[in-house]
């Protein structure tokens, strides 16, 4: 069961599988919807339509270009697509979640119901709006400080 869940530093070991598509952001980095946006499309690699056909996204050194509008229609549509992540197990670990959108209340509302969307989509809904869609377990770990 996909699902959102709050754990401690000392259970990250326990929850990385070596099949996984595993993505970590540090909420202290996350103080805009912008910062959201950009930050996802980074790590889980959404494509990229510069003329540049082999971004190796897996290096890590590359960033998603701000010249490219990143909102919240173009995010839903890729973060339901996925098909480039060879995989069907995807997890998020967000760490320091406090200090996320800390001034942010309404945004960190909207994004954690925005999550909570995604993951059912991905246990209930791929397979009837993907072509050959398959479902995928996503669960996201919010890292509790100790």
């Not at 990385?16 to 946006?37: A, M, P, R």
């Not at 490219?68 to 098909?83: A, H, S, V």
């Not at 997890?91 to 001034?103: E, K, P, S, T, V």
């Not at 995928?136 to 100790?146: A, G, L, M, Q």
Request: with cysteine.
């Amino acid at each position: 069961m996909n699902q959102i869940k709050y754990i401690s530093k000392s259970e990250i070991p326990y929850i990385k599988c070596s099949n996984s598509f595993i993505v970590e952001i540090d909420g202290k980095t996350i103080q805009s919807e912008n910062d959201w946006l950009y930050t996802m499309a980074e790590k889980f690699h959404f494509p990229v339509d510069d003329g540049q056909k082999n971004i190796d996204w897996f290096s890590g050194a590359f960033e998603y270009p701000r010249k490219y509008l990143m909102n919240r229609n173009r995010f839903n549509d890729w973060i339901t697509d996925l098909e480039w992540l060879e995989t069907n197990s995807i997890i998020l670990i967000i760490f320091n979640y406090a200090d996320f959108m800390a001034d942010c209340y309404e945004s960190k509302k909207y994004i954690t119901d925005d999550l909570q969307n995604i993951i059912d989509f991905w246990e209930n809904d791929a397979e009837k709006y993907i072509v050959c869609g398959q479902c995928k377990d996503f669960n996201v770990y919010i890292v509790e400080t100790d």
